[in-house]
């Protein structure tokens, strides 16, 4: 008697713990079940709407609260535009001499003239541009800046041409620098807000570590940056307020709260759960899920980049960069095609995407200027299979290749769908061995890497020149480095021309070759999402040319 | 007794020294270089990866390295963060009183709730309270910790709006996080009063004073808890561990800004020194609640206390005093 | 139900004084175990679940690898028990062969902590003075690293796969073993039956070897469900993390924590969690229950 007892007292606490797990996943999930909780989740939120709309007991203060991806590393916009809590920022506290579109059509910002051409680079700012500390912006200040961001490991290679040491200050509002040679794609690069101009006079100080950031932007990090420092709270949120100091017209909000999650779960409950008025978003199943309605009052709001995901395969390795290498695994252009056939492409990106991405049909997104449907690898496993044997491995012989897929669970998820689709023919894709990016890091200097998978892009600009710089012989960080004289002379023959009908012409003759040469493996677009409650309806239009979010376009 | 704290407190040094090896030991013989975590893909410049590689000190031998790790931690500096543009120090300070929080709560949680639950558990076995007690305890000692802070921040959190989602600001927003660290440990605090309960219950001395005549409760108080409390003390000491353990994945899933967290993030990027700063942090607290786990348990028993203080043969008489005494209560 | 009263070692009825001769300590132990439906059913449960490990890949009719991505997560159904994930893999099969991993870890990672925990323990335990607070010393040192952080220092630095991962967890749990072992072990060293071991001449090793160990054993068998319980815990945290066992692998840690990710569409996609979960609760439970089974039958004294 006393066992079974025991027995049905066990059984009834594990129904009653799963059904309360289940009562808890559920009522989140499917919303308009349950209006009663809907009430009770939206109450936070509408406290605090109502407290920024009514007039409150500290002001009319206008909040909007953000939740953003882990904690930056250093405020350094050189290096840390990556991360999207880092380009808010930029955005927020900087502006860059112009800003330019898709198409590559110029606003002036901070510069009133620009003349450029391949001898020289000629910026004219305009006078009383005022950075938040009181120092007005010279062109001392943009010197310093172009001289940082070409010292800048990352950004170094796309400032190469530029000669900064001849530089030329004409006067305080007025800058000339000669060129090393043209490159079409820097009048892009500079517009890009990764190039703000930064305060001479505090950046380039000794012992300045960028853990504060000082620009000419509407806003700025509540504090002085030198004792006061409240509007940055290590690993928890930054707080941006106005800059009093600014010289245009102010924008809309008073005050941005920008909060770090390192879990993309919780980020999405505090969407939920109506602290965050917007949150991004990078994860497939949370997108889908916001798009189908899960969180009542907030909707989903999703952007295509030009930018596209891809499997890049080495085609050499070892060697330094611009040094020849030994051939790789993937030097036989029939190991290419074997894999790039024996992947089913759109049902991997339809059905592990959840709708949320576009299978690619070239290198760039449609968005490009120099986009053609060039359409996707055709899935035939028995084609694969063909051009495998003709490599000389087969199911019986396997070919074993290591892949480095970076953290992000969209990566993971594509390589492990590939890992099925290449084992069905005889390449065995070993994930098991890198995660984060340290750990691959001297094997990605040694070129030791066969294969990986990613974005294409750097994110630093619509032009093509930034798009493809991840493939292109003079990337540092690429698997690829094309070896293809023929295609090696397209890279430089496009950034050099000026002329806009050649470059394109070129682009898609270097997307074509790249194609034929079955160098990468395109995937799909890649896209910027985020979670938005509905009564912040300008934010959609507050997302910029790059696709990063430019609060100080947000109007309610 | 104030002879032995001392000898305690010093006992502690070469804890903390040992403990400070071991961690500078993994993280030395893991394969990823520094130099190259801080200079990223700058790093493919040999030259400069040689003169970081010379700037900190990377080259000296393993014992020189860790005689220096050790000799600027006792002037109060953990070094410079790998990744961040920050002391370790810095990074630290501000998510220590996170992690105690939470730490501190679940542990006097899991003392409040657990002990109390083992000790009405074992008083009343075989009774429905048993039974209820001891399938939560089991059920919820089964329960991965971070499904149950899921599932807590799913229904408290997000159903019922009671508390925040994240964050680490204010009584409110630790509540569900401190549940989610001590579940485990009150289930084992529990389970372990209970089943040394049972054993004491049974023990002679017990039937000796019940069969005296002593009332039961005293019987209870006085000699069944008494002699019941040692082995639970050494879970509550360990506890403190578990639960700052546990509190870095509680940490991840709240949002909460504490050692956890970091001690992730580091892990992930590689920033080493951060990692070994954190868990010498981490090795004083639990140190010193060792200290207070081994003083209460002298306290307690007073064989224990003897043996410690054993030097001298009138310490010994007095101890087999102690021994006698205890086995004849 | 109790119809054999607590049948004791010192005074046995004389029917069962020739049943028990025959019988050795283990034997006892089993008789007594058998009486008990909890610990039977437990250990039912945890033989059917072995089998099917054992012989997942024979039993299932699919491969724990194949994905078919036209199929992902659907509910269970006759051709797919569990149901499928969200690669379209067979959830059952996956669940089968992931609980390989599990159980080899966490065993192999109990086992290293009980060997060396139950020496160190004993050791401190019998000899006392500078072998004690040397090894305690060194005890305390890694006491001092909670067990969690000192698994991912080492997860890290070792790199992930099985046997990386069990020592990662093992090295925390060998001082929480040694210390328990060395109370208990100093509560004999005072009794009587040591005191007259040591009078007949019998050598340390003897000692230890025949009375401490066999006579501290019942806490440790206790311990041991419960450390085989924290260390499945242990392993689906260091998955959490995204240590461990990697992904292609099964191992339930990592898909419950795959499961995870579609918490919010628990209404249809509900079984990636529960199934997942439902495996590591019941392993554990059964562990836990059988524990609790086995120290009752090895103390008759703990049963009324």
Known sequence: MKHISRLLALALCLVLCLSLA????????????????????????????????????????????????????????????????????????????????????????????????????????????????????????????????????????????MDLANAEIADDYHLVIPMNYYDAALIDLLGNASCMILDADVAGADGYAFDWLIGTGPYMLQGDGITDKSGWEESVKYTLVRNPNYWGEAPYYDEFDVYFYSQESTRYADLQSGKLDAAYLTEATYINNLSKGAVPDASLISVNENAVFCFEMAVEMGGASGEAGEPAVFSDINVRKALAHCLDIPTMVESLGEGVYDVASSLVGEGSWVYEDLGVYEYDPELAAQYLAEAGYGLDNPLNVSVYCEGTAWNAALCEAAQAYAAAIGINLDLSNVTDFATILPSLIANQVPMSVGQGSNGSGNDPANLLQQFGPSSDNSLLRVRDEELAELFNAGSSEPDHAKRVQIYQDLIRGMYDQYHVIPICVGTVNFGVKDVHTSFAAAIDTSNRVDPCLLTD | MIKYILRRLLLIIPVLLGAIIVVFTINYFSTTDPAMVKLGLSASDPVKLAAMREQM????????????????????????????????????????????????????????????????????????????????????????????????????????????????????????????????????????????????????????????????????????????????????????????????????????????????????????????????????????????????????????????????????????????????? | ?????????????????????????????????????????????????????????????????????????????????????????????????????????????????????????????????????????????????????????????????????????????????????????????????????????????????????PNTLAPIIVQTSLYIGGAIMGIAGLSFLGLGVQPPTPEWGNILNNGLDYIYDFSTRWHVIVFPALFIVLAELAFNLLGDGLRDAMDPRMRQ
């Open chain 1, 22 to 161: 289940a009562c808890g996943g559920s009522s989140s999930s499917t919303a308009s079940e349950a209006p009663a909780n809907d009430t009770a989740e939206a109450a936070p939120a509408a406290a605090e709407e109502s407290a920024a709309e009514a007039p409150a007991a500290d002001g009319d203060l206008k909040v909007f609260v953000y939740g953003t991806d882990a904690n930056s590393t250093t405020f350094d916009p050189a290096s840390d535009l990556q991360t999207n809590s880092g380009n808010f920022l930029v955005h927020a506290v900087g502006e860059s001499l112009w800003t330019c579109d898709a198409d590559g059509n110029m606003t002036m910002k901070v510069a009133s003239n620009v003349d450029y051409n391949e001898n020289v680079l000629d910026i004219t700012l305009n006078q009383g541009v005022m950075f938040s500390n009181g120092d007005e912006l010279t062109a001392e200040d943009v010197l310093f800046t172009f001289q940082h961001n070409a010292s800048q490991f990352r950004t170094m290679a796309m400032y190469a041409c």
């Open chain 2, 57 to 329: 000190g990377l080259n000296r031998p393993y014992i020189v390295q860790l005689a220096d790790y050790i000799w600027r931690l006792f002037h109060g500096d953990l070094g410079n963060s790998y990744v961040y543009a920050k002391t370790v120090w810095e990074l630290l300070a501000g998510r220590i009183p996170n992690t105690l929080k939470l730490g501190l709560g679940a542990m006097v949680i899991s003392v409040c709730v657990g002990i109390p639950l083992g000790i009405v558990a074992a008083l009343h076995q075989n009774s429905a309270i048993d039974y209820i007690t001891t399938t939560f305890a089991v059920i919820m000692n089964a329960m991965p910790g971070f499904l149950v802070a899921v599932i807590l921040m799913l229904i408290f959190a997000l159903k019922l709006g009671w508390f925040p989602v994240s964050g680490a600001e204010g009584f409110k927003s630790f509540v569900l996080p401190v549940i989610a660290a001590g579940i485990g440990p009150i289930t084992q605090n529990a389970r372990m009063t209970r089943s040394s309960i049972l054993e004491v219950i049974r023990q002679d001395y017990v039937r000796t004073a019940r069969a005296k005549g002593i009332a039961e409760g005293k019987v209870i108080t006085k000699h069944v808890l008494k002699n019941s409390l040692i082995p639970i003390l050494t879970m509550v000491g360990a506890g403190l561990g578990t639960c700052l353990a546990g509190s870095i994945l509680v940490e991840m899933i709240f949002n909460i800004p504490g050692m956890g967290m970091l001690i992730n993030s580091s892990i992930m990027a590689k920033d080493f020194i951060t990692v070994q700063g954190c868990v010498v942090v981490c090795a004083v607290v639990v140190a010193l609640a060792n200290l207070l786990t081994d003083l209460a348990y002298a306290y307690v028993d007073p064989r224990i206390k003897a043996q410690y203080t054993a030097g001298s043969k009138k310490d010994k008489k007095a101890a087999e005093a102690a021994d006698k005494e205890a086995s004849a209560a």
């Open chain 3, 1 to 213: 139900m109790n119809e054999v009263k607590t049948p004791s070692v010192d005074a046995p009825e004389k029917t069962e004084t020739v049943r028990l001769k025959k019988r050795s300590y283990w034997g006892e132990v089993w008789h007594r175990l058998k009486k008990n439906p909890v610990s039977m059913i437990c250990l039912a449960f945890l033989a059917v679940m072995l089998l099917g490990i054992i012989f997942a890949t024979v039993l299932s009719p699919y491969d724990y690898t194949a994905q078919n991505l036209a199929e992902r997560f659907q509910t269970p159904s006759a051709a797919h028990w569990m149901g499928t994930d969200d690669y379209g893999r067979d959830l059952l099969t996956r669940l089968l062969v992931g609980g390989r991993y599990s159980l080899l870890i966490a065993i192999l990672s109990v086992a290293i902590g009980i060997v060396f925990g139950m020496i160190i323990g004993a050791l401190c335990g019998f000899f006392g003075k500078y072998v004690d607070s040397v090894l305690m010393r060194i005890m305390d040192v890694i006491m001092s690293i909670p067990g969690m952080m000192l698994a991912i220092c080492i997860s890290v630095a070792l790199g992930s796969g099985v046997f990386n991962t069990a020592l990662a967890l093992a090295v925390g749990t060998i001082p929480m073993i040694a210390r328990q072992l060395r109370s208990s072990t100093m509560l004999i060293n005072g009794q009587e039956y040591i005191e007259a071991a040591r009078s007949f001449g019998e050598s340390n090793f003897k000692i230890i070897m025949t009375h401490i160990i």
